[in-house]
Protein backbone atom coordinates (compact mmCIF):
# COMPACT_ATOMS: atom_id res chain seq x y z
CA UNK A 1 0.00 0.00 0.00
CA UNK A 2 2.64 2.28 0.79
CA UNK A 3 4.47 1.87 -2.69
CA UNK A 4 0.81 2.78 -4.38
CA UNK A 5 0.83 6.40 -1.92
CA UNK A 6 4.03 7.06 -3.00
CA UNK A 7 3.94 6.42 -6.95
CA UNK A 8 0.41 8.98 -6.61
CA UNK A 9 2.48 11.46 -5.13
CA UNK A 10 4.51 11.41 -8.16
CA UNK A 11 1.97 13.80 -9.80
CA UNK A 12 0.32 15.56 -6.77
CA UNK A 13 2.29 18.81 -7.54
CA UNK A 14 3.10 20.77 -10.52
CA UNK A 15 3.88 23.78 -9.05
CA UNK A 16 6.20 22.94 -5.75
CA UNK A 17 8.71 20.89 -4.91
CA UNK A 18 7.84 18.19 -2.88
CA UNK A 19 10.02 16.58 0.07
CA UNK A 20 8.74 12.96 0.96
CA UNK A 21 9.62 11.84 4.10
CA UNK A 22 8.91 8.48 5.22
CA UNK A 23 8.62 6.86 8.47
CA UNK A 24 9.41 2.92 9.12
CA UNK A 25 7.09 3.10 12.12
CA UNK A 26 8.24 0.02 14.09
CA UNK A 27 8.35 -1.85 10.58
CA UNK A 28 9.61 -5.28 10.59
CA UNK A 29 12.99 -5.45 7.82
CA UNK A 30 11.49 -7.57 5.41
CA UNK A 31 8.79 -5.06 5.04
CA UNK A 32 11.14 -1.68 4.70
CA UNK A 33 13.27 -3.41 2.03
CA UNK A 34 11.51 -1.90 -0.94
CA UNK A 35 11.39 1.45 0.97
CA UNK A 36 15.63 1.32 1.18
CA UNK A 37 15.49 1.32 -2.30
CA UNK A 38 13.76 4.32 -3.27
CA UNK A 39 15.56 7.47 -4.10
CA UNK A 40 12.78 9.72 -4.12
CA UNK A 41 12.04 9.88 -0.53
CA UNK A 42 13.95 10.16 3.07
CA UNK A 43 13.43 7.76 5.24
CA UNK A 44 13.44 7.70 8.58
CA UNK A 45 13.52 4.80 11.02
CA UNK A 46 12.20 4.16 14.01
CA UNK A 47 12.37 0.34 15.50
CA UNK A 48 9.84 0.73 18.17
CA UNK A 49 5.87 2.09 16.75
CA UNK A 50 5.74 5.77 18.09
CA UNK A 51 2.08 5.28 17.01
CA UNK A 52 -0.22 8.12 14.47
CA UNK A 53 1.02 11.13 16.39
CA UNK A 54 4.25 10.23 17.43
CA UNK A 55 5.06 8.89 13.72
CA UNK A 56 4.12 12.62 12.03
CA UNK A 57 5.74 14.45 15.09
CA UNK A 58 9.09 12.93 14.29
CA UNK A 59 8.50 13.04 10.47
CA UNK A 60 7.61 16.80 10.90
CA UNK A 61 11.00 17.40 13.10
CA UNK A 62 13.25 15.55 10.27
CA UNK A 63 10.46 17.59 7.04
CA UNK A 64 12.35 21.01 5.95
CA UNK A 65 8.98 22.37 4.10
CA UNK A 66 7.11 25.22 4.63
CA UNK A 67 3.56 22.79 4.43
CA UNK A 68 3.38 19.51 6.19
CA UNK A 69 0.93 17.18 4.59
CA UNK A 70 0.43 14.43 6.20
CA UNK A 71 -1.13 10.93 4.23
CA UNK A 72 -1.72 7.29 5.19
CA UNK A 73 0.00 5.37 3.69
CA UNK A 74 -3.24 3.26 2.44
CA UNK A 75 -4.04 6.27 0.47
CA UNK A 76 -3.44 7.58 -3.03
CA UNK A 77 -4.14 11.09 -4.21
CA UNK A 78 -5.71 12.45 -7.61
CA UNK A 79 -3.26 14.09 -10.10
CA UNK A 80 -2.36 18.18 -8.73
CA UNK A 81 -3.79 16.92 -4.82
CA UNK A 82 -1.00 19.10 -3.10
CA UNK A 83 -1.20 22.08 -5.73
CA UNK A 84 -4.98 22.12 -5.05
CA UNK A 85 -4.19 22.68 -0.94
CA UNK A 86 -1.57 24.98 -1.16
CA UNK A 87 -3.50 27.66 -3.12
CA UNK A 88 -6.51 27.02 -0.47
CA UNK A 89 -3.83 27.87 2.51
CA UNK A 90 -3.02 30.70 -0.12
CA UNK A 91 -5.91 32.48 -0.49
CA UNK A 92 -6.45 33.30 2.96
CA UNK A 93 -3.17 33.95 5.65
CA UNK A 94 -5.96 33.04 8.48
CA UNK A 95 -6.19 29.13 7.48
CA UNK A 96 -3.97 27.19 9.20
CA UNK A 97 -4.92 23.75 7.91
CA UNK A 98 -7.14 22.41 4.89
CA UNK A 99 -8.20 18.95 3.90
CA UNK A 100 -9.20 17.49 0.82
CA UNK A 101 -12.24 15.16 -0.31
CA UNK A 102 -11.54 11.67 0.92
CA UNK A 103 -13.24 8.66 -1.23
CA UNK A 104 -13.87 5.07 -0.82
CA UNK A 105 -12.07 2.68 -3.24
CA UNK A 106 -15.63 2.27 -4.94
CA UNK A 107 -15.50 6.42 -5.62
CA UNK A 108 -18.13 6.81 -2.65
CA UNK A 109 -17.88 9.82 -0.70
CA UNK A 110 -15.81 8.99 2.64
CA UNK A 111 -15.40 12.11 4.37
CA UNK A 112 -15.96 15.56 3.37
CA UNK A 113 -14.75 17.57 6.27
CA UNK A 114 -16.34 16.17 9.32
CA UNK A 115 -18.41 17.56 12.65
CA UNK A 116 -18.14 17.40 16.27
CA UNK A 117 -20.60 17.21 19.24
CA UNK A 118 -20.49 18.31 22.71
CA UNK A 119 -19.94 14.47 23.78
CA UNK A 120 -16.54 14.59 22.02
CA UNK A 121 -18.00 11.90 19.25
CA UNK A 122 -17.74 12.72 15.57
CA UNK A 123 -19.00 12.38 12.10
CA UNK A 124 -17.95 12.59 9.20
CA UNK A 125 -19.99 14.51 6.61
CA UNK A 126 -21.38 13.08 3.83
CA UNK A 127 -20.27 9.83 4.06
CA UNK A 128 -21.55 6.89 1.75
CA UNK A 129 -22.68 9.44 -0.91
CA UNK A 130 -22.53 7.81 -4.24
CA UNK A 131 -19.83 8.34 -6.51
CA UNK A 132 -20.05 11.81 -8.16
CA UNK A 133 -22.59 13.28 -6.01
CA UNK A 134 -22.62 17.26 -6.46
CA UNK A 135 -23.42 17.66 -2.85
CA UNK A 136 -20.88 19.66 -0.58
CA UNK A 137 -18.63 20.65 -3.60
CA UNK A 138 -17.68 23.94 -1.91
CA UNK A 139 -15.00 25.11 0.55
CA UNK A 140 -15.73 25.76 4.33
CA UNK A 141 -14.75 26.43 7.36
CA UNK A 142 -15.09 23.01 9.34
CA UNK A 143 -14.49 21.55 13.08
CA UNK A 144 -12.15 19.48 11.84
CA UNK A 145 -10.86 17.29 8.90
CA UNK A 146 -8.94 13.70 9.28
CA UNK A 147 -5.42 14.13 9.02
CA UNK A 148 -5.04 11.87 6.02
CA UNK A 149 -4.46 14.06 3.07
CA UNK A 150 -4.85 17.10 5.58
CA UNK A 151 -1.83 20.06 4.71
CA UNK A 152 -1.01 22.48 7.85
CA UNK A 153 0.92 25.73 7.42
CA UNK A 154 4.44 25.18 9.11
CA UNK A 155 3.95 28.30 11.52
CA UNK A 156 0.51 27.09 12.65
CA UNK A 157 1.93 23.67 13.28
CA UNK A 158 4.60 25.14 15.77
CA UNK A 159 1.78 27.29 17.71
CA UNK A 160 -0.05 24.26 18.31
CA UNK A 161 2.84 22.10 19.49
CA UNK A 162 2.17 19.52 16.68
CA UNK A 163 -0.05 16.23 17.37
CA UNK A 164 -0.79 15.64 21.35
CA UNK A 165 0.81 12.09 21.54
CA UNK A 166 -1.57 11.30 24.36
CA UNK A 167 -3.84 9.83 22.30
CA UNK A 168 -1.18 6.89 21.57
CA UNK A 169 -1.23 4.58 19.58
CA UNK A 170 -4.03 6.29 17.06
CA UNK A 171 -7.03 7.74 17.08
CA UNK A 172 -8.54 11.74 17.51
CA UNK A 173 -4.81 13.25 17.16
CA UNK A 174 -6.61 14.86 14.42
CA UNK A 175 -9.67 16.14 15.67
CA UNK A 176 -7.26 17.54 18.95
CA UNK A 177 -4.73 19.00 16.22
CA UNK A 178 -7.38 21.03 14.75
CA UNK A 179 -9.69 21.95 17.73
CA UNK A 180 -6.44 23.72 18.64
CA UNK A 181 -5.53 25.16 15.62
CA UNK A 182 -9.27 26.67 15.97
CA UNK A 183 -8.45 27.65 19.54
CA UNK A 184 -5.05 29.88 18.46
CA UNK A 185 -7.07 31.08 15.59
CA UNK A 186 -6.19 29.14 12.41
CA UNK A 187 -8.83 28.68 10.72
CA UNK A 188 -9.36 24.66 9.46
CA UNK A 189 -10.58 24.49 6.07
CA UNK A 190 -12.36 21.57 3.51
CA UNK A 191 -11.60 21.79 -0.03
CA UNK A 192 -13.39 19.71 -1.98
CA UNK A 193 -11.44 19.93 -5.75
CA UNK A 194 -8.38 17.85 -3.93
CA UNK A 195 -9.36 14.40 -3.70
CA UNK A 196 -7.90 11.48 -2.58
CA UNK A 197 -8.72 7.30 -2.23
CA UNK A 198 -8.50 5.81 1.12
CA UNK A 199 -8.98 2.24 2.29
CA UNK A 200 -9.42 2.69 5.98
CA UNK A 201 -9.50 0.52 8.37
CA UNK A 202 -6.44 -1.22 7.75
CA UNK A 203 -4.13 -0.85 10.68
CA UNK A 204 -6.38 -2.55 13.47
CA UNK A 205 -8.86 -4.78 14.36
CA UNK A 206 -12.19 -3.68 14.72
CA UNK A 207 -12.24 -4.92 18.65
CA UNK A 208 -9.08 -2.74 18.88
CA UNK A 209 -10.33 -0.03 17.32
CA UNK A 210 -13.28 0.44 19.05
CA UNK A 211 -11.80 0.63 22.11
CA UNK A 212 -9.06 2.71 21.68
CA UNK A 213 -12.00 5.45 19.88
CA UNK A 214 -13.40 5.28 23.28
CA UNK A 215 -10.80 5.89 25.20
CA UNK A 216 -9.52 8.53 23.13
CA UNK A 217 -12.85 10.23 23.21
CA UNK A 218 -12.57 10.56 26.83
CA UNK A 219 -9.27 11.83 27.11
CA UNK A 220 -9.95 14.20 24.36
CA UNK A 221 -13.29 15.31 26.67
CA UNK A 222 -11.09 15.56 29.41
CA UNK A 223 -8.92 18.00 27.34
CA UNK A 224 -11.79 20.27 25.82
CA UNK A 225 -15.17 19.86 28.30
CA UNK A 226 -14.91 23.87 28.50
CA UNK A 227 -14.77 24.65 24.74
CA UNK A 228 -17.64 21.47 23.55
CA UNK A 229 -20.30 22.76 25.61
CA UNK A 230 -20.80 25.58 22.76
CA UNK A 231 -20.99 22.41 20.66
CA UNK A 232 -24.67 20.76 19.43
CA UNK A 233 -25.99 17.14 21.36
CA UNK A 234 -25.45 14.29 19.61
CA UNK A 235 -28.71 13.65 18.03
CA UNK A 236 -30.29 10.61 19.43
CA UNK A 237 -30.64 9.09 15.70
CA UNK A 238 -28.18 10.21 12.61
CA UNK A 239 -29.88 12.60 10.71
CA UNK A 240 -29.16 14.97 8.07
CA UNK A 241 -30.57 17.99 9.56
CA UNK A 242 -28.89 17.85 12.90
CA UNK A 243 -25.26 17.57 10.57
CA UNK A 244 -26.51 20.60 8.33
CA UNK A 245 -27.57 22.39 11.51
CA UNK A 246 -23.49 21.25 12.65
CA UNK A 247 -22.08 22.36 9.77
CA UNK A 248 -23.05 25.79 9.17
CA UNK A 249 -22.13 26.28 13.33
CA UNK A 250 -18.91 25.07 12.20
CA UNK A 251 -19.03 28.14 9.33
CA UNK A 252 -19.49 30.70 11.91
CA UNK A 253 -22.94 30.74 11.51
CA UNK A 254 -23.53 33.47 8.82
CA UNK A 255 -27.50 34.66 7.72
CA UNK A 256 -28.73 31.76 5.25
CA UNK A 257 -30.06 32.18 1.75
CA UNK A 258 -32.15 29.70 -0.67
CA UNK A 259 -31.80 30.86 -4.31
CA UNK A 260 -33.76 28.78 -6.82
CA UNK A 261 -32.96 28.74 -10.45
CA UNK A 262 -34.83 27.36 -13.76
CA UNK A 263 -33.16 24.22 -15.06
CA UNK A 264 -33.49 25.91 -18.81
CA UNK A 265 -31.50 29.15 -17.56
CA UNK A 266 -27.26 28.12 -18.35
CA UNK A 267 -25.17 30.09 -15.65
CA UNK A 268 -23.36 31.80 -18.42
CA UNK A 269 -27.28 33.69 -19.78
CA UNK A 270 -28.63 34.68 -15.84
CA UNK A 271 -28.04 37.53 -13.95
CA UNK A 272 -29.04 35.02 -10.91
CA UNK A 273 -25.60 33.61 -10.46
CA UNK A 274 -24.11 36.97 -10.44
CA UNK A 275 -26.19 37.72 -7.53
CA UNK A 276 -25.25 34.89 -5.52
CA UNK A 277 -21.87 35.53 -6.28
CA UNK A 278 -22.26 38.82 -4.92
CA UNK A 279 -24.68 37.69 -2.24
CA UNK A 280 -21.66 35.18 -1.16
CA UNK A 281 -18.61 37.33 -1.41
CA UNK A 282 -20.57 39.80 1.22
CA UNK A 283 -20.62 36.53 3.70
CA UNK A 284 -24.36 34.88 3.20
CA UNK A 285 -24.41 31.28 3.26
CA UNK A 286 -26.26 30.62 -0.14
CA UNK A 287 -27.80 27.68 -1.26
CA UNK A 288 -28.40 27.00 -4.44
CA UNK A 289 -31.00 24.50 -6.36
CA UNK A 290 -30.36 23.83 -9.99
CA UNK A 291 -30.62 21.13 -12.47
CA UNK A 292 -28.28 23.15 -14.48
CA UNK A 293 -24.78 21.17 -14.20
CA UNK A 294 -22.93 23.14 -17.11
CA UNK A 295 -20.81 25.49 -16.21
CA UNK A 296 -19.99 27.89 -19.47
CA UNK A 297 -19.09 30.59 -17.78
CA UNK A 298 -16.29 29.41 -15.93
CA UNK A 299 -18.26 30.01 -12.58
CA UNK A 300 -18.02 26.93 -10.64
CA UNK A 301 -14.63 28.03 -8.99
CA UNK A 302 -15.43 30.91 -8.51
CA UNK A 303 -18.66 29.77 -6.81
CA UNK A 304 -16.56 27.09 -4.35
CA UNK A 305 -14.53 29.46 -3.19
CA UNK A 306 -16.71 31.46 -2.40
CA UNK A 307 -18.97 28.50 -0.13
CA UNK A 308 -21.85 28.01 -2.66
CA UNK A 309 -23.66 25.16 -2.15
CA UNK A 310 -24.84 24.34 -5.64
CA UNK A 311 -27.43 21.24 -5.26
CA UNK A 312 -29.85 19.49 -7.76
CA UNK A 313 -32.82 17.74 -7.07
CA UNK A 314 -35.98 18.65 -5.24
CA UNK A 315 -36.78 21.60 -3.10
CA UNK A 316 -38.97 19.57 -0.16
CA UNK A 317 -36.24 17.27 -0.16
CA UNK A 318 -33.59 20.25 0.25
CA UNK A 319 -35.57 21.62 2.89
CA UNK A 320 -36.41 18.56 4.88
CA UNK A 321 -31.94 18.00 4.99
CA UNK A 322 -31.58 21.73 5.69
CA UNK A 323 -33.94 23.08 7.54
CA UNK A 324 -36.12 26.20 6.81
CA UNK A 325 -34.13 28.67 8.58
CA UNK A 326 -33.25 30.71 5.67
CA UNK A 327 -33.11 34.97 5.61
CA UNK A 328 -34.77 34.53 2.26
CA UNK A 329 -35.50 33.15 -1.33
CA UNK A 330 -34.10 34.65 -4.14
CA UNK A 331 -35.75 33.04 -7.18
CA UNK A 332 -36.73 33.68 -11.19
CA UNK A 333 -39.50 35.92 -11.40
CA UNK A 334 -41.10 33.34 -14.14
CA UNK A 335 -40.12 30.43 -11.76
CA UNK A 336 -43.77 28.87 -9.92
CA UNK A 337 -43.53 26.43 -7.16
CA UNK A 338 -46.31 25.37 -5.27
CA UNK A 339 -44.34 24.51 -2.07
CA UNK A 340 -43.54 27.92 -1.24
CA UNK A 341 -44.24 29.76 1.00
CA UNK A 342 -41.78 28.40 3.08
CA UNK A 343 -42.62 29.02 6.87
CA UNK A 344 -39.71 28.72 9.21
CA UNK A 345 -39.72 26.88 12.74
CA UNK A 346 -40.88 29.67 14.60
CA UNK A 347 -43.99 30.26 12.16
CA UNK A 348 -42.89 32.80 10.45
CA UNK A 349 -42.83 33.26 6.34
CA UNK A 350 -39.09 33.26 4.67
CA UNK A 351 -39.68 36.60 2.08
CA UNK A 352 -39.19 35.61 -1.76
CA UNK A 353 -37.41 37.85 -4.33
CA UNK A 354 -38.12 37.60 -7.64
CA UNK A 355 -35.23 38.40 -9.99
CA UNK A 356 -35.66 39.14 -14.21
CA UNK A 357 -33.25 37.24 -15.97
CA UNK A 358 -31.28 39.38 -16.82
CA UNK A 359 -30.88 42.98 -15.21
CA UNK A 360 -27.87 45.27 -15.95
CA UNK A 361 -27.54 46.22 -12.68
CA UNK A 362 -27.38 43.69 -9.13
CA UNK A 363 -27.72 46.25 -6.36
CA UNK A 364 -30.98 47.31 -5.66
CA UNK A 365 -31.69 43.33 -5.71
CA UNK A 366 -28.96 43.00 -2.64
CA UNK A 367 -30.29 45.71 -1.30
CA UNK A 368 -33.83 44.24 -1.29
CA UNK A 369 -32.65 41.05 -0.04
CA UNK A 370 -30.84 42.77 2.71
CA UNK A 371 -33.89 44.61 3.37
CA UNK A 372 -36.13 41.75 3.40
CA UNK A 373 -33.76 39.64 5.90
CA UNK A 374 -34.10 39.85 9.67
CA UNK A 375 -30.76 40.14 9.24
CA UNK A 376 -27.49 40.21 7.08
CA UNK A 377 -23.98 39.42 7.66
CA UNK A 378 -21.97 41.44 10.10
CA UNK A 379 -18.60 42.56 9.40
CA UNK A 380 -16.98 39.56 11.28
CA UNK A 381 -19.08 36.86 10.20
CA UNK A 382 -17.16 36.01 6.94
CA UNK A 383 -15.22 33.36 6.99
CA UNK A 384 -15.19 33.78 10.94
CA UNK A 385 -14.63 30.81 13.46
CA UNK A 386 -17.43 30.68 16.52
CA UNK A 387 -17.74 29.22 20.03
CA UNK A 388 -13.70 27.66 20.54
CA UNK A 389 -13.17 29.28 24.58
CA UNK A 390 -10.22 30.96 25.78
CA UNK A 391 -7.21 28.67 26.35
CA UNK A 392 -7.11 25.77 29.56
CA UNK A 393 -4.81 25.00 31.49
CA UNK A 394 -2.89 22.28 29.29
CA UNK A 395 -1.72 20.17 32.56
CA UNK A 396 -3.02 17.30 32.24
CA UNK A 397 -1.01 14.61 33.26
CA UNK A 398 1.67 12.02 31.60
CA UNK A 399 1.45 12.44 28.10
CA UNK A 400 0.52 15.80 27.61
CA UNK A 401 2.41 18.10 24.90
CA UNK A 402 3.51 20.92 26.31
CA UNK A 403 4.67 24.50 24.65
CA UNK A 404 8.60 23.10 23.94
CA UNK A 405 7.44 20.04 21.76
CA UNK A 406 8.51 18.55 24.92
CA UNK A 407 6.34 14.79 26.18
CA UNK A 408 6.42 14.46 29.70
CA UNK A 409 5.86 10.72 31.13
CA UNK A 410 5.52 9.65 34.51
CA UNK A 411 8.51 7.10 34.50
CA UNK A 412 11.13 9.19 32.56
CA UNK A 413 11.99 12.35 31.58
CA UNK A 414 14.51 13.61 28.70
CA UNK A 415 15.86 16.26 31.12
CA UNK A 416 16.38 14.09 33.20
CA UNK A 417 18.45 12.06 31.84
CA UNK A 418 20.91 14.06 29.76
CA UNK A 419 21.41 18.02 29.47
CA UNK A 420 22.30 17.75 25.51
CA UNK A 421 21.13 13.93 24.14
CA UNK A 422 22.85 13.39 20.85
CA UNK A 423 20.27 12.69 18.02
CA UNK A 424 21.01 9.34 18.61
CA UNK A 425 20.26 9.03 22.18
CA UNK A 426 17.23 11.17 21.52
CA UNK A 427 15.78 8.72 19.40
CA UNK A 428 16.58 6.30 21.47
CA UNK A 429 14.74 7.36 24.11
CA UNK A 430 11.74 8.50 22.10
CA UNK A 431 11.19 4.59 21.68
CA UNK A 432 11.91 3.61 25.33
CA UNK A 433 9.11 6.18 25.91
CA UNK A 434 6.63 4.86 23.31
CA UNK A 435 7.40 1.19 24.37
CA UNK A 436 5.92 1.69 27.45
CA UNK A 437 3.23 3.76 26.23
CA UNK A 438 2.34 0.57 24.19
CA UNK A 439 2.46 -1.68 27.01
CA UNK A 440 0.34 0.84 29.16
CA UNK A 441 -2.29 0.68 26.27
CA UNK A 442 -2.47 -2.94 25.74
CA UNK A 443 -2.71 -3.64 29.38
CA UNK A 444 -5.83 -1.08 29.38
CA UNK A 445 -7.27 -3.45 26.48
CA UNK A 446 -6.52 -6.38 28.43
CA UNK A 447 -8.35 -5.40 31.45
CA UNK A 448 -11.68 -4.94 28.67
CA UNK A 449 -11.41 -7.99 26.96
CA UNK A 450 -11.04 -9.31 30.43
CA UNK A 451 -14.00 -7.89 31.73
CA UNK A 452 -16.31 -9.00 28.50
CA UNK A 453 -16.35 -12.96 29.86
CA UNK A 454 -18.28 -11.86 32.89
CA UNK A 455 -20.12 -9.30 31.52
CA UNK A 456 -21.09 -12.14 29.17
CA UNK A 457 -21.58 -14.52 31.74
CA UNK A 458 -23.80 -12.05 34.22
CA UNK A 459 -25.75 -11.09 30.65
CA UNK A 460 -26.57 -15.01 30.20
CA UNK A 461 -27.36 -15.82 33.58
CA UNK A 462 -29.67 -13.20 33.65
CA UNK A 463 -31.66 -14.51 29.93
CA UNK A 464 -31.42 -17.42 31.72
CA UNK A 465 -33.09 -16.34 35.11
CA UNK A 466 -35.77 -14.29 32.54
CA UNK A 467 -36.23 -17.70 30.18
CA UNK A 468 -36.75 -20.12 33.46
CA UNK A 469 -39.34 -17.33 34.91
CA UNK A 470 -41.24 -17.61 31.58
CA UNK A 471 -41.27 -21.11 31.74
CA UNK A 472 -42.56 -21.44 35.15
CA UNK A 473 -45.46 -18.85 34.11
CA UNK A 474 -46.12 -20.79 31.28
CA UNK A 475 -46.12 -24.31 33.09
CA UNK A 476 -48.66 -22.78 35.71
CA UNK A 477 -51.16 -21.53 33.32
CA UNK A 478 -51.14 -24.47 31.58
CA UNK A 479 -51.03 -27.03 34.31
CA UNK A 480 -53.67 -24.17 35.79
CA UNK A 481 -55.52 -25.15 32.71
CA UNK A 482 -55.53 -28.55 32.82
CA UNK A 483 -56.79 -28.87 36.20
CA UNK A 484 -59.27 -27.06 35.25
CA UNK A 485 -60.21 -29.14 32.17
CA UNK A 486 -60.03 -32.20 34.52
CA UNK A 487 -62.69 -30.98 37.09
CA UNK A 488 -64.75 -30.40 33.87
Known amino acids: MAIDCLDSLADASRKHDVETVVVSNGTPEHARRLLENREDIVLVRSG ?8 NNLAAEVARGRYLLFLNDDSTVEDGYVDRLIAALDRHSSIGAVGGRILSADGSLQEAGSVLWSDGSANHVGIGLPPGTRELSYVRDVDFVSANGLLVQRSAWEDVGGFDERYFPAYYEDVDLCMSLRQRGHRVVYEPRAQLFHLENQSTSRRFRKFLLVRNRLRFVEKWSAELTSYDDRPK ?10 IHRARGV ?53 GVDVRG ?19 DSAFSCPRFPIIRSDGTEVPAIRVPPRID ?12 ARRAPGP ?7 GIAPPVDEEF ?10 ISSPVLRIDEVVTAPSEVDAQALRELRFAKADIEVKNEYIVTLEARPVETVAFLRAKTASFASIVANWMK ?8 RSKD
Do not use: Y
Open 313 to 331: GDIKELLAATGTEFEAVVM
Open 397 to 406: GPGSMTGSNE
Open 380 to 386: TELHRIS
Open 361 to 372: DVRPTLAAVAAA
Open 48 to 55: TNLGFAGG
Open 254 to 306: PPRLLVVTKAEVPRSQCTLWDIVEALAGEGWAVTVVSHDSTDESGRADRLTDL
Open 237 to 246: RDGEAAIEHA
Open 477 to 484: VRMGSFRS
